[in-house]
């Protein structure tokens, strides 16, 4: 089905932004696992695949509205340096593809697809109640009781955790 190209052109925007998270996630991830903080590296990596389900579904909405997905942009990644750093950067990019989001909904409803709309509002929910929910509690968390003892309680063990060794 033939889309609008300024849809094609905006989901194409978005996809650049939910790669971007994927990559920082992952990143942000495997530091945490490094750092024994496995249950930190566990949500941040299931954050990793999730944004990645985000962009396959854009992908797959561009392919179906005939458009070529553009895999090759990313934004600048925001990599921080310890756990409260790497939180807030994290929530910067849910805050930023929350923005944008927020602007696509509004041109895909100017445009009538209705469709493509439903799928923005759904990431919409998820990048707001579930990933920047998350990442506000954990900043929240590390004010009420201070960076060491919350860093304590996100060691586990690796067997819960991830990946690297």
């Known amino acids: 089905m033939q889309g609008k190209q300024q849809i094609i052109t905006t989901l194409n925007e978005l996809l650049a932004g939910e790669l971007t998270a994927v990559d920082q996630y992952l990143q942000h991830g ?3 696992a490094d750092m024994g903080l496995h249950h930190l590296a566990t949500q941040a990596l299931h954050e990793s695949e ?4 985000h962009a396959r579904a854009l992908i797959q ?3 179906f509205l ?3 997905p553009d895999l090759s942009k990313r934004h600048a990644l925001k990599i921080g340096s310890n756990v409260p750093e790497m939180l807030k950067a994290d929530l910067a990019v849910e805050y ?3 923005a944008d989001l927020k602007k696509a909904i509004a041109i895909a409803e100017q445009a009538q697809d209705y469709v493509t709309r439903e799928m ?8 707001e109640m579930d990933h920047a929910y998350w990442l506000e509690k954990q900043i929240r ?3 009420m009781v201070g960076l060491a003892n919350y860093q304590q309680s996100q060691m586990g063990d690796a067997s819960s955790g991830t990946a690297s060794t």
């Open 30 to 32: 495997e530091m945490y």
């Open 50 to 53: 999730h944004e990645r389900q």
């Open 61 to 63: 909405r561009i392919l």
């Open 66 to 68: 005939e458009g070529t």
């Open 96 to 98: 930023s593809v929350t």
């Open 120 to 127: 923005l509002v759904v990431q919409l929910d998820d990048t």
């Open 141 to 143: 968390l590390i004010d």
